[in-house]
């Protein structure tokens, strides 16, 4: 190919060359940064995604530990609780037996009308008043002496008056129990 153009109109069309060349590549240039940009922007989008999952689940993770903490603190009490309850059945006198023993000690004919317990602050023991019928002051002494014979009531009184009369007698006593 022979090429009869001036040099002039070879120089623009060379220029002319250039221009288009720059032109494309100006062009790529920038598609490639919107491309870039967009690329940038979706990863953004992504992670601040990611980010705000990760913020609820550490939220939620906050509220189970808040709430284990709250759980933790319910179950410590209620364990104090249980074995403060624990310590007052333990220093407790068992009733039912002590129950058993009196009305075991009562004579035939005797029988209670009044039981008061009162539990001893300073002394460790319950101290026990009693009021009754007798029908004489024989089965009355009787039982006297079982009280006295059981090892576990002390301090046990009988009144004066309880011997005043020889039949149908109102009595009264107090002792104490360990």
């Not at 410590?76 to 009196?102: G, V």
């Not at 008056?161 to 107090?174: A, M, Y």
Request: hydrophobic share 40%.
């Amino acid at each position: 190919m022979i090429n009869l153009l001036p040099p002039e109109q070879k120089g623009e069309l060379l220029l002319r060359e250039q221009q288009n060349l720059i032109l494309i590549l100006g062009i790529l240039f920038l598609s490639f940064l919107l491309s870039l940009s967009l690329i940038l922007l979706s990863i953004k989008i992504s992670i601040s995604g990611d980010l705000e999952i990760q913020k609820i689940t550490l939220e939620e993770r906050g509220k189970e530990v808040s709430f284990n903490r709250e759980l933790e603190e319910k179950i410590k009490n209620s364990n104090q609780l249980l074995s403060d309850l624990n310590s007052f059945y333990q220093s407790q006198s068992n009733l039912t037996q002590i129950l058993e023993k009196i009305s075991g000690f009562l004579p035939s004919g005797t029988y209670l009308t009044n039981l008061n317990l009162n539990s001893l602050q300073k002394e460790k023991g319950i101290q026990i008043s009693l009021s009754g019928f007798c029908q004489s002051r024989e089965l009355l002494f009787s039982f006297k002496e079982n009280l006295e014979k059981e090892g576990s009531f002390s301090e046990i009184y009988f009144p004066p008056e309880n011997w005043l009369k020889p039949i149908d007698i109102n009595f009264n006593v107090t002792f104490k129990i360990k």
